[in-house]
């Protein structure tokens, strides 16, 4: 997998998305979430916009952060990710949507709690 640091500091050989969630729903405001070792993430997903919050529930010096990779056709189109959630107890809320203006309608979307 291809990560970029557009986000934050990826720390060594953490960077590995654990409990990928590739989801294709049967209608809009789909709940979703995930959960390990770093953090706990929840929200609601579409095919035109995800949304949650993530929160960092360890105090092991990472960050927690949703990752959001959308599909159009079986390319990956655009990548999103959370704010970070961190020291242990910070959570943030998020919405993101497939595009940068102009926006699309995803075929599928991944989504990943990682360590930031």
């Not at 557009?6 to 960077?15: E, I, K, P, R």
């Not at 916009?49 to 092991?60: I, L, M, Q, R, Y």
Request: net charge negative; charged share 20%.
């Amino acid at each position: 997998m291809r990560f970029s640091r557009a986000a934050a500091s990826w720390v060594g050989v953490l960077v590995v998305a654990l409990l990928a969630m590739s989801v294709t729903p049967a209608s809009a405001g789909t709940k979703w979430s995930r959960s390990n070792q770093w953090g706990y993430a929840s929200g609601e997903f579409s095919m035109t916009e995800v949304s949650g919050k993530v929160t960092d529930t360890n105090a092991d010096g990472l960050c927690a952060m949703v990752e959001i990779r959308w599909y159009k056709g079986g390319v990956l189109r655009d990548h999103d990710w959370s704010p970070l959630a961190c020291p242990k107890g910070d959570s943030d809320t998020f919405t993101k949507k497939p595009g940068d203006d102009p926006y699309f309608t995803a075929d599928s979307v991944v989504i990943d709690l990682i360590p930031a």
